[in-house]
């Protein structure tokens, strides 16, 4: 009895740390969903008006050098390096089920660069 208790509680803790988050990338234009994520991520390039939607399965701690930057905001503005020249790229991440619903960029920076929902403008009927 004892055993099947911790692994009930084991199954129940592993369930609670996992996310479930939208995917899209810009290419397939197909959306899915993908479960037992550490963060979900909204990645906007203004200079092609494109978005990726997806999660990630490590914590950003131990993902790669674009996640580490901490921020107040759930979006923040990053200068990335490309072949030919400096492109600018919003990045956004989130923890909780379903927070990086796939917005266009257009979409994006019209709800002012962030992901947060607007809960005064649906409230009042203006999305």
Not at 32 to 52: G, I, M, R, T
Not at 60 to 70: G, N, Q, R, T, V
Not at 94 to 123: G, H, Q, S, W
Request: overall charge neutral; proline content about 5%; glycine content about 4%.
């Amino acid at each position: 009895m004892v055993i099947f208790k911790l692994a009930l509680i084991s199954v129940l803790g592993v369930s609670a740390t996992a996310l479930s988050c939208y995917s899209l990338d810009p290419y397939s234009n197909v959306v899915e969903v993908k479960h037992n994520q550490k963060f979900c991520y909204s990645l906007f390039s203004p200079s092609d008006n494109s978005a990726s939607h997806g999660g990630q399965t490590v914590h950003p701690a131990k993902a790669s050098e674009l996640w580490h930057i901490e921020s107040p905001n759930d979006c923040f503005e990053k200068i990335i390096k490309a072949v030919d020249a400096e492109r600018s790229l919003y990045i956004c991440k989130c923890y909780e089920n379903m927070c990086n619903y796939p917005f266009t960029f257009r979409e994006f920076a019209a709800r002012n660069y962030t992901i947060k929902p607007d809960y005064y403008n649906l409230v009042n009927g203006a999305i």
